[in-house]
């Protein structure tokens, strides 16, 4: 079973504007900032109690934007 990270496959579609409708990209782009939200938190945890996953997380994010 395929794994997800931020986004399903099916947002992923739909951002990408490859499927789905304005109104439907707006309630996919609410789902997002939420988690992002979220993230926040988990970046918290990782940085304080999982510093060896915090550091690979901070390198999958800038390493590669």
Do not use: F, K, W
Not at 39 to 45: G, M, Y
Not at 55 to 65: F, N, S, T
């Amino acid at each position: 079973m395929p794994t997800r990270a931020l986004l399903t496959e099916r947002e992923r579609d739909v951002l990408g504007q490859q499927a789905g409708n304005s109104a439907y990209r707006s309630t996919v782009r609410s789902r997002v900032r939420n988690r992002l939200s979220e993230l926040e938190a988990d970046i918290d945890v990782l940085a304080t109690h999982e510093p060896e996953l915090y550091e690979q997380l901070c390198e999958a994010v800038l390493d590669e934007h």
